[in-house]
């Protein structure tokens, strides 16, 4: 409808209303659905590990080392041929699409259907979706199971200053010098237990350290609009540059486009 017209006709209303609508809408989905539970065999014996393997440790840095190799990342590859193991032999859950809700209501993703005779597009989108969520729900495992017993075990036995963070992120080849104040500071917070406050101060951090390490690399980060005026691309964009891809390998690539999908 031309712009002249949606006051006449209260369109921005009737559009306000409706997203109203479909946010209560979502809220009533949620309230639907039902929990289900389901117990996780060896959930008692890999705390049990991940506690034993930063434990005793003769300082800071050391249980700092030994807690970055607490748990191992999905690789690419094996994630894909995974899924598509999963597609071929369990067809007919493929047939059907799903949607996925956040805790306050709203779509935050959809996975569409694979009939017989859809095309190779529609296949790799139902595939890259499904690697997605079960990367997703790997990592909340390995975090519960894993990062978390083991941050309260070096917690239990180590105090860590700003001072030492601070060191530690300068030493770091990847952290941009401007930033390092900021984001020592949230790596700290983090040490103390302090996660949402961690992750808004570090979450914006992402977008500049992939645009800083791409300038290294000779990538262009900025586009020029029809007025000759330079602007920076968008953390989405970047991660879609080919530099990217070989800067940072598929592996990295996936999490860091992952981190979009969550967000």
Not at 43 to 67: C, D, T
Not at 105 to 116: D, E, H, M, P, Q
Not at 207 to 222: F, M
Not at 243 to 260: A, I, N, P, V, W
């Amino acid at each position: 409808m031309p712009a002249k017209y949606r006051d006449e006709y209260s369109v921005d209303e009737a559009i306000s209303k409706l997203r109203h609508n479909l946010s209560e809408s979502g809220k009533q989905t949620l309230n639907e659905m039902g929990l289900v539970k389901i117990p996780i065999k060896g959930a008692e014996e890999a705390i049990k590990h991940s506690k034993e393997h930063v434990a005793g440790k003769n300082s800071e840095y050391e249980a700092l080392v030994y807690f970055s190799g607490i748990c191992i990342v999905d690789k690419y590859d094996s994630l894909m041929e995974s899924e598509k193991k999963n597609m071929s032999t369990n067809f007919f859950s493929s047939l059907f699409g799903s949607t996925q809700y956040s805790n306050d209501g709203r779509v935050i993703a959809k996975t569409s259907s694979v009939g017989l005779g859809e095309n190779e597009e529609t296949v790799n989108a139902a595939l890259f979706d499904n690697m997605v969520r079960t990367f997703s729900r790997n990592t909340e495992l390995k975090v519960n199971l894993s990062i978390i017993p083991a941050l309260h075990q070096i917690l239990s036995e180590h105090n860590f200053s700003k001072r030492f963070i601070f060191e530690m992120c300068d030493y770091s080849p990847i952290i941009p010098k401007s930033s390092l104040n900021l984001i020592s500071h949230a790596l700290w917070l983090g040490l103390e237990l302090e996660f949402s406050t961690a992750i808004h101060i570090l979450a914006p951090q992402l977008e500049k350290i992939v645009r800083e390490q791409l300038q290294k690399a000779g990538g262009h980060t900025a586009h020029l609009d029809k007025n000759g005026i330079e602007h920076e691309n968008s953390l989405s964009t970047l991660l879609d540059m080919p530099e990217s891809l070989e800067l940072f390998g598929q592996d990295h690539l996936f999490e860091l486009k992952l981190c979009l999908q969550i967000q």
